[in-house]
T-cell receptor, first 115, second 111 residues
Framework: EAGVTQFPSHSVIEKGQTVTLRCDPI?????LYWYRRVMGKEIKFLLH????????ESGMPNNRFLAERTGGTYSTLKVQPAELEDSGVYFC?????????????FGPGTRLTVL | DAKTTQPTSMDCAEGRAANLPCNHS???????VYWYRQIHSQGPQYIIH???NNETNEMASLIITEDRKSSTLILPHATLRDTAVYYC????????????FGKGTMLLVSP
């Protein structure tokens, strides 16, 4: 069974540009989560999809971040325009079940560098 | 979610058991203890979780004290590949709960 995949693995952009990160969850997983770690900080939750619906987006830092999950399969996270403080590693995770104790499986992350 | 306290770092000799402690004195009855680890430049990897009984899987064992205020993750025969940051996370058992990561414990396994 393929794990969670993320693309690209690295992205280097200039301040003010737009970047789109993609996450493909494990097949059949309804729950999809985005997290990120900025330099020197802990891993923080961004948002949670259940199928194509946003269940919880309380961790999204501001309206420069837009997440979508059309069709309830893969998800994209767009940052527009990117700022220096957006640099960090963005992780995606997925889980199968519809209860609160299901295990989340993480992808390898996308390292974003904003210059 | 309840707060957890872990040592900043620990050392372990290869082949020996690694015992990683975690304090979660404010844990509630409906909160699970989860352990994840992050090997350098990889995504967090699930290890094990438990509610109140001790648990064991192919990766590790989880020992939870009777009062549930602390737990220990045991890697029975640590290898160099177990060098990673280990996170102890308390997670409420409700529908749709997220993970709250702390600073974790940096475990260094040496030859």
């Amino acid at each position: 069974e393929a794990g969670v995949t993320q693309f690209p693995s690295h992205s280097v952009i200039e301040k003010g540009q737009t970047v789109t990160l993609r996450c493909d969850p494990i097949s059949g997983h309804d729950n999809l989560y985005w997290y990120r770690r900025v330099m020197g900080k802990e891993i923080k939750f961004l948002l949670h999809f259940v199928k194509e619906s946003k269940q919880d987006e309380s961790g999204m830092p501001n309206n420069r971040f837009l997440a979508e999950r059309t069709g309830g399969t893969y998800s994209t996270l767009k940052v527009q325009p990117a700022e220096l403080e957006d640099s960090g590693v963005y992780f995606c995770a997925s889980s199968p079940a519809k209860t609160g104790t299901d295990t989340q499986y993480f992808g390898p992350g996308t390292r974003l560098t904003v210059l | 979610d309840a707060k957890t306290t872990q040592p900043t770092s620990m050392d372990c000799a290869e082949g020996r058991a690694a015992n990683l402690p975690c304090n979660h004195s404010t844990i509630s009855g409906n909160e699970y203890v989860y352990w994840y680890r992050q090997i350098h430049s990889q995504g967090p990897q699930y290890i094990i979780h438990g509610l109140k009984n001790n648990e064991t899987n192919e990766m590790a064992s989880l020992i939870i004290t009777e009062d549930r205020k602390s737990s220990t993750l045991i890697l029975p025969h640590a290898t160099l590949r177990d060098t990673a940051v280990y996170y102890c996370i308390v997670r409420v058992a409700i529908r749709y709960s997220t993970l709250t990561f702390g600073k974790g414990t940096m475990l260094l396994v040496s030859p």
